[in-house]
């Protein structure tokens, strides 16, 4: 299965790598594809590091101003012409959605990806990986769009919110 994760590319402490890593490793050992933004730093390597360390194969899909930051050893890396194109094959070329912590660009990413769910444009699983409650606000303002009638679906249809990795990939792999 490949598996997109949306993640940051900083460089975090313990309580977001211990469980990227985890997380990665199961990715790993489970035989599946790591779609990833490509980067090889921050938490895209921690994550890339596992998955591959782990016998499973990864996709870049990276972008021209950030090539130089690109993994080289990637089993497949695509440099998009710019922001809309990655998202866009990071969607085409996924299963699942896994949705880590991260700034304004993951943000970004995990709205679109919803949006596009929301109006049909795929129905592919989407996981917010709530590590360490990062997700619990925006955990808060969906129930409230969805409790005042701004959802036309009902949350759940959307999105899981996951606790951890293996509720997040045991989630993926039920809903596939």
């Known amino acids: 299965m490949n598996i997109c994760v949306f993640l940051s590319a900083a460089d975090l402490d313990a309580r977001y790598t211990e469980p990227a890593r985890e997380f990665a490793e199961l990715i790993g050992k489970g035989g599946h594809t790591l779609v990833w933004g490509g980067s090889d730093v921050g938490l895209m390597k921690v994550m890339a590091d596992g998955v591959q360390d ?19 050893n ?16 990071l969607l085409a070329r996924s299963d699942a959605i896994v949705v880590m912590v991260g700034g304004t660009g993951t943000l970004d990413e995990a709205t679109e990806i ?37 959802l036309p679906l009902p949350l759940a249809d959307l999105v899981l919110f996951a606790e ?7 989630y993926i792999e039920g809903a596939l």
């Open 114 to 150: 919803l949006e596009l769910k929301k109006h049909g444009m795929h129905a592919k699983p989407v996981v917010l990986l709530n590590t360490a409650g990062f997700y619990d606000g925006l955990k808060q303002q969906f129930a409230r769009m969805e409790a005042e009638g701004f």
């Open 74 to 89: 990637a089993d497949e890396m695509v440099i998009a012409a710019d922001l809309a194109e990655r998202k866009a094959q």
């Open 164 to 170: 951890d990795g293996a509720s997040a990939l045991a």
């Open 54 to 72: 782990n016998g499973g194969r990864l996709v870049g899909i990276s972008v021209e101003f950030l090539a130089a930051k690109a993994r080289t």
